[in-house]
Nanobody, 114 residues
């Protein structure tokens, strides 16, 4: 059974930073295109950052220049460094594969106060 565990969320003031982490049993991150997803209150889950097995990265326009996705293959851990946070970044953040995501974890709550 694949499990994904996200951590690192919290309450932060606008302009602040957070670093999210994701670990997995069952998915070896370096072999997959992995993504960070966000679900804001009342909205659908959206993909905000992707890192491919070749270490290419891509970002939603709303986070480009502020968020950085990375991977530590030795620790099989995925990260999302979030800087210059805005209230509209508030939501539950999940990690999962870019293609056919399933077995969603609990996510980690990020709240950005204005």
């Amino acid at each position: 059974q694949v499990q994904l565990v996200e951590s690192g969320g919290g309450l932060v003031q606008a302009g602040g930073s957070l670093r999210l982490s994701c670990t997995s049993s069952g998915i070896i991150f370096r072999f997959k295109a992995m993504g960070w997803y966000r679900q804001a209150p009342g909205k659908q889950r959206e993909l905000v950052a992707v890192i491919t097995s070749a270490d290419n990265t891509n970002y939603a326009d709303s986070v480009k220049g502020r968020f950085t996705i990375s991977r530590d293959s030795a620790k099989n851990t995925l990260y999302l460094q979030m800087n210059s946070l805005k209230p509209e970044d508030t939501g539950v953040y999940y990690c999962n594969t870019q293609i056919s995501p399933r077995n969603w974890g609990q996510g980690t709550q990020v709240t950005v106060a204005s």
